[in-house]
């Protein structure tokens, strides 16, 4: 199995509708000043620079990320001057001249081969004393619309444990994510959990976004027999809780951090990265 990310819509269905819960949260907890010019590295479906539009009075807000389609949906669903979206891969991140005022990325860094090269590229497009924070969901624990999915997995399937994000996913606990940082030059670097409501209006609001075949779970399930993926849903629908109304009861949780750029780090830095963290060499992407 590998992870597909090329439907925008059955993401955003998935988790984008949640991210955008925990975005909020994690703008208030950054506090950048208005007026700032932003980042947002792996913008997928533009959850996260959607919200620093609505929320952050930014100067601008530029998304990158490698799937195009993502790209594209982000796109056509944001229609404000201050925003642009562009395709790029790692370490061809955009930049602009005097360095952005925040880089961020939101739910993006555990799926990179090495997440230590993609929190140093992001730091290369930060201007001296920028902010620089990511989030990740708490897999292991308190994203519980994921928890339960794979402990109904395992629990029918044992070869599904190796795919559980919360074992997957290591990097998503706190001392991880501060180690990760301090490790890629970051300074003054603070985690903090976030954790939002994920009501279901009913079963099929749940277990629908599971057939989109966006990302882990959804591509295990699509692995699944017919008979294989009945057997699951009727478990998980039986370990949900349930409110009298039919409304399923759940929370998300994630972990944000975030840190200042004390030193500026050189364009040149870029020669140690991997040229592309899918694979694909590209030209450097300013932007005016």
């Given amino acids: 199995?590998?992870?597909?990310?090329?439907?925008?819509?059955?993401?955003?269905?998935?988790?984008?509708?949640?991210?955008?819960?925990?975005?909020?949260?994690?703008?208030?907890?950054?506090?950048?000043?208005?007026?700032?010019?932003?980042?947002?590295?792996?913008?997928?479906?533009?959850?996260?620079?959607?919200?620093?539009?609505?929320?952050?009075?930014p100067r601008r807000v530029i998304g990158s990320d490698r799937s195009a389609a993502y790209v594209a949906f982000a796109r056509q669903q944001t229609a404000d001057a201050r925003a642009e979206f562009v395709v790029a891969e790692l370490p061809n991140l955009p930049s602009i001249d005097e360095g952005f005022d925040a880089v961020v990325a939101g739910l993006?860094?555990?799926?990179?081969?090495?997440?230590?090269?993609?929190?140093?590229?992001?730091?290369?497009?930060?201007?001296?004393g920028a902010t620089v924070a990511a989030y990740v969901w708490d897999y292991s624990e308190s994203m519980q619309l994921m928890r339960i999915f794979w402990d109904a997995a395992v629990s029918l399937d044992a070869a599904a444990r190796e795919l559980d994000e919360g074992v997957r996913f290591p990097l998503c606990r706190?001392?991880?994510?501060?180690?990760?940082?301090?490790?890629?030059?970051?300074?003054?670097?603070?985690?903090?959990?976030?954790?939002?409501?994920?009501?279901?209006?009913?079963?099929?609001?749940?277990?629908?976004?599971?057939?989109?075949?966006?990302?882990?779970?959804?591509?295990y399930v699509a692995s699944l027999s017919p008979a294989q993926r009945a057997r699951l849903r009727d478990t998980i629908r039986e370990s949900l809780p349930t409110s009298p109304d039919g409304s399923i009861p759940l929370s998300a949780g994630a972990w944000a951090v975030k840190g200042l750029l004390r030193n500026l780090l050189p364009r040149s830095a870029n020669a140690a990265l991997p040229r592309g963290y899918y694979g694909t060499p590209q030209r450097d992407r300013h932007i005016p």
């Fill in 174 to 219: 706190p001392d991880a994510l501060r180690a990760l940082f301090e490790s890629a030059g970051i300074r003054d670097v603070q985690v903090q959990p976030i954790v939002v409501p994920t009501v279901m209006h009913n079963f099929d609001d749940y277990w629908t976004p599971f057939l989109s075949g966006q990302g882990p779970a959804p591509g």
């Fill in 1 to 57: 199995m590998r992870d597909v990310w090329a439907d925008g819509a059955g993401y955003e269905s998935y988790v984008g509708r949640w991210s955008r819960s925990v975005a909020r949260e994690f703008l208030r907890w950054l506090a950048v000043p208005p007026g700032s010019a932003w980042l947002d590295f792996g913008c997928g479906t533009g959850a996260l620079s959607q919200t620093i539009l609505a929320e952050g009075s």
């Fill in 108 to 128: 993006v860094l555990n799926f990179l081969p090495t997440p230590v090269h993609g929190v140093a590229a992001m730091a290369t497009r930060a201007r001296h």
